[in-house]
């Protein structure tokens, strides 16, 4: 009975805590603009199970895709037996699904463990690949400190799941050959694909008492590791295992060239064009007229809600900022830091807004405090790195609204910039002659 209400209390306290944090997740990606991603739907759907499912672009490199999936199987699958943990724990009961089941439990905990075993051998060598081959995208300025230890600590925690798993049907494989096992489930035992040879050859010849102590630490280890892990991930790039299939079905389906429009600039330009618009006009009787609409983006609040879903679901991989033509040859940009930068950005303001006041203003912003404009003026807009992504993350859209305020509001422009848009706008060309003579090449001997 107290292991029941020991149980429960934390059951309580791990799902009210996740979704407390899930709340304010949702709340700081509200505070973006609104944009409509709601056409198109099969095509959505299919982009989903193809790219967050099926980690389509995750095989454009086949190893580290291979050893992804063995970790990403392996965690979906063992997430169906936390069902069976909740209803032990808040019953008493032990592999309450086994004599039900039958032989299709067997099969069903012995994929897990068969997938458990493929997951240790990546861990080991996603840990290698991080720390002692020091794999160049792991090393960026933006990876020092707590990414490079959050990328570290879920393949830690992963090691220790997978011990726990294997001491619990271990030692319980050896208990029920004994006839000790507190499962109630017919035969002699389970025969799990790995357990019934790894538990006879490390726990046979253990007592009673202390197979039972064993067993009960593996439980409970395997218990308080998921919950653990499930109120982690709000606070870890590992969100990207939740947030990755609607970040996806939300995509952006237009061609990768094809840029937006800033909806209060289309509407200046619609009203410059008709006849019957007066720019002096009174508003309407009971109106006042609306501040004017920011053009581009200075900080959060300028995003749209995508942009900021994009934030909470970069996986910190790198792949972006290893396909960048700019950061490969020296500049100070890397996409990832942008999606990094806008997220703590993100958070932050969030955190004011709920304890200080939706009003309060910190006197930062993105553009400057978090990103520079030397950041933003390396991009060549040849989206590599949206194309890299492995959940469609778009970083250019945010790099575009933030140049856009530069240029709009702040009238800040590199002058090798500034020379070509003089050009284009007198001669229709970036090249500083007129147009009578752009074919005078043509006469030359």
Partial sequence: MIQIIVFAVLLIFTFSFFGWNIYKVISNISMGKSVDRSDRKSERLKTMLLVAFGQKKMF????????????????????TELIEIIIDGLTGNHRFFAKPLGFFYVVVVSTIELLSVLAFIATIIFLARRNLLKVPRFHMDEMTGWPKLDGNIILYLEILL?????TMNGT???????????????????????SSYLGPLLFEGLDQSTLEILERIGWWGHLIMVFGFLNYLPYSKHFHILLAF??????????????????????????????NFDPYAAPPEGETLAEPERFGAKDIQDLTWKNLMDAYTCTECGRCSSACPANQTGKKLSPRKIMMDTRDRMVEVGENKRKKGKDFDDGKSLLGDYISEEELWACTSCNACVQQCPVNIDPLSIIVDLRRYLVMEESKVP??????????????????????????WANED
């Avoid at 580290?64 to 970790?71: G, K, N, Q, S």
């Fill in 60 to 79: 454009q490199n086949l190893l580290p895709a291979v050893l992804h999936f063995f970790i990403y199987a392996a965690f979906v699958i063992t997430s």
């Fill in 162 to 166: 997978i011990f726990c798993i294997f």
């Fill in 172 to 194: 319980d494989e050896v208990m029920l050959n004994h006839g000790w096992s507190h499962a109630h489930v017919d035969g002699n035992s389970f025969g799990f694909a790995v």
């Fill in 246 to 275: 609607p970040n996806t079905y939300y995509s952006n389906l237009n061609n990768k060239g094809q840029l937006t429009n800033l909806s209060n600039v289309k509407t200046e330009v619609e009203n410059m064009f008709d006849p």
């Fill in 415 to 440: 002058s090798e910039l500034a020379g070509m848009l003089t050009n284009i706008e007198n001669n229709g060309a970036p090249w500083q002659f007129s147009p009578t003579d752009r074919l005078n």
